[in-house]
């Protein structure tokens, strides 16, 4: 199942290029009860997260990862520091990735900067996700994580306005500043937060994968280098010669596909021979489930994908404790499964008649109150194997938010190399998800224990895949018809 997610530029979800802000404020850290957060839209500002302890402190985001002391810079100076740029290897020289680099913080920690940070790529996840989905796919598959640590790195290489701007989009901007003046964060530290976040995942190293690649005509910043290096697992950034655009696009499409093990295939068309700049992240996630479903319990079975049409395919079934919630209010069945000792599913089943678009519209507003309302029952649960490719354009789905500029030829990226009139080409998210009946664990010989509930995604749902100490959103997406 394959999909490109391509958002329309004739329909816009954010008007006169308003960066709708995201805001957090963070009071005592609990990893082991995650905070509930409410979305506001349009503007969608996060709210207060709730807390149960007294004398809370709330930090606002940007004190948490400012650079230096804080301080705003006029947004329309010239930069006086002389841009260090470093050279690129090219793209004939080998398929090696880039050197792992010494002043990496440990990885794998949770605290209240990965907490907060995971509350604000969820939020902004969220409004990516809902443009993608004015499509009307049948199936959809984002990564806010990824999206998230792309912006980032973008923000490295951009100064003046589009900074700002994308600080803002990122919920990253102090409070006080003014719009001539704009106090920078860190986004290195935000970086190695996020490629922190990836850590706890805690999986086989199969498991979860996140390479990036850079393919540019010129020398780049070393920030933004070192920047690439900081959130991936691997990355490559390689010295192509982009003015001959059919030339470069067989290379480095080749060269992607074989570096990815033959799973990032033909991701950039049409490449336009005055970029000087192109850009691919990627999520690929195999996941297990905690405990296998047998093979020899999976069935052709129809599966619904409106009142009137179905397709057979193979669904997986298990008898089994689970934890799942009947969520009246939302019209919807909510199954959660767990896969490495950190992450897990959460499935959103809506009642037969419901709608998917209003439940997905409040996925990341539910799935606190969700998780901590969930009760074990014994369940026999029958659900499709999944299998989702997907590639979204970053610089689409700004231009349907009403941020045509951001990304695009108006954007100020002096600080991403020497050369002049710098512009960016293609900036693709990919993310490849597989589950089948694999499992990390046997399942227990039956005990005979009748199920309180048969509960059968034979029609269209919606799922998440998080990172539960944290909270983060490793992927957000719906299953409308699994045969495509």
């Known amino acids: 199942m394959v999909l490109m997610l391509v958002a329309s530029s004739s329909q816009r979800t954010t008007q006169h290029n308003e960066i709708a802000p995201l805001k957090v404020y963070q009071g005592d850290f609990l990893p082991e009860r995650p905070t509930m957060i409410e979305i506001t839209r349009p503007l969608l500002l996060i709210a207060f997260l709730t807390a149960v302890a007294a004398n809370r402190v709330y930090v606002h ?26 050279s690129l290897t090219s793209i004939e020289d080998g398929v090696e990735p880039d050197p792992v680099h010494t002043y ?30 004015t499509q ?53 530290k935000v970086l190695r937060t996020l490629c922190s976040i990836n850590a706890l995942m805690d999986g086989s190293a199969d498991e979860l994968k996140t390479p990036v690649w850079v393919f540019s ?53 049409d490449i336009n021979s005055t970029s000087d700049l192109l850009f691919a992240s990627a999520v690929h996630f195999k996941g297990k489930w905690r405990t296998m479903f047998r093979p020899e319990a999976t069935s052709p079975q129809e599966f619904w994908i409106d009142d009137k049409t179905s397709v057979t395919v193979p669904l997986m079934t298990h008898t089994g404790k689970y934890s799942y919630l009947d969520d009246k209010r939302m019209k919807c069945t909510v199954l959660k499964l767990a896969l490495s000792r950190h992450a897990y599913m959460l499935l959103v089943l809506p009642y037969e008649g419901a709608h998917l678009d209003h439940i997905e519209k409040q996925l990341t507003a539910r799935i606190s109150d969700w998780s901590h309302h969930l009760k074990e029952g014994v369940l026999e649960v029958s659900l499709p194997k999944l299998s989702l490719n997907a590639v979204s354009d970053l610089k689409s789905i700004l231009s349907n938010m009403g941020l045509p500029n951001l990304l695009g030829t108006g954007a100020n990226f002096t600080h991403f190399s020497r050369k002049e009139h710098f512009t960016v080409g293609k900036v693709l998210n990919e993310v490849v998800f597989e589950m089948s009946e694999e499992g990390s664990e046997q399942q227990d010989e039956s005990q005979g224990d009748e199920a309180e509930l048969k509960l059968t995604f034979n029609r269209p749902f919606c799922f998440t895949v998080i990172e539960g100490s944290s909270g983060a959103i490793l992927l957000l997406g719906r299953i409308g018809n699994p045969t495509n």
Not at 137 to 151: K, M, R
Not at 248 to 264: I, R
């Open 217 to 269: 005509n010129a020398n780049l910043s070393k920030s933004f280098a070192r920047g690439i290096w900081e959130y991936s697992n691997t990355s490559y950034t390689r010295a192509v010669d982009l003015s001959q655009p059919l030339k470069a696009q067989s290379q480095l499409n080749a060269f992607m596909e074989k570096t990815s093990a033959g799973k990032s295939k033909l991701l950039f068309q």
């Open 104 to 133: 990496m913080e440990q990885r794998g920690n949770v605290s209240q900067r990965t907490a907060v940070l995971a509350q604000l790529l969820n939020t902004l996840g969220q409004r990516f996700y809902d443009t993608l989905q």
């Open 136 to 188: 009307k796919a049948p199936n959809g598959l984002f990564s806010p994580v990824n999206a998230y640590g792309a912006l980032v790195a973008f923000y490295l290489g951009a100064w003046g306005a589009t900074a700002s701007q994308l600080q803002k989009l990122l919920g990253l901007e102090k409070e006080t500043d003014k719009p001539d003046c704009v106090s920078p964060f860190d986004g290195h």
């Open 61 to 86: 985001p940007f004190g948490m990862f400012a650079l230096g002391n804080g301080s705003c810079k006029p947004t329309h100076a010239l930069e006086v520091t002389p841009l260090e740029t470093v």
